[in-house]
């Protein structure tokens, strides 16, 4: 059973820092690209970072270059989002995802598997 648990989500002030982790188990996710997305009430769910496992390529969009940055450890089949400057507008909780290379990253439709969420919430 294919599965994605994050965590690291929670409570933090403006300016401070949070580094999101998903644990991947369940099927070989080497060639596979994992995505971060997050989804605030009312809104949709928005891209915010992804990686190639294999190759370890980086792929932001431009509002999220600089203070987000993605990782892996391939040993610990565990993707990463280290958040920093959060800002109030940040709060969301926060998707991680796996999908097949060759997928538009940036979009929810091509990802196969999807974790529960963690909540981020930033005071101000």
Known sequence: QVQLVESGGGLVQAGGSLRLSCAA?????????????????GKEREFVAAISWRSGSTYYPDSMKG??????????????LQMNS???EDTAVYYCAAGPPGLVVST????????????VTVSS
């Open 25 to 41: 188990s369940g099927r070989t996710f080497s060639s596979y690209i994992m995505g971060w997305f997050r989804q605030a009430p």
């Open 86 to 88: 959060l800002k109030p």
């Open 108 to 119: 929810t439709r091509g990802y196969q598997y999807w974790g529960q969420g963690t909540q």
């Open 67 to 80: 203070r987000f940055t993605i990782s892996r450890d391939n040993a610990k089949n565990t993707v990463y």
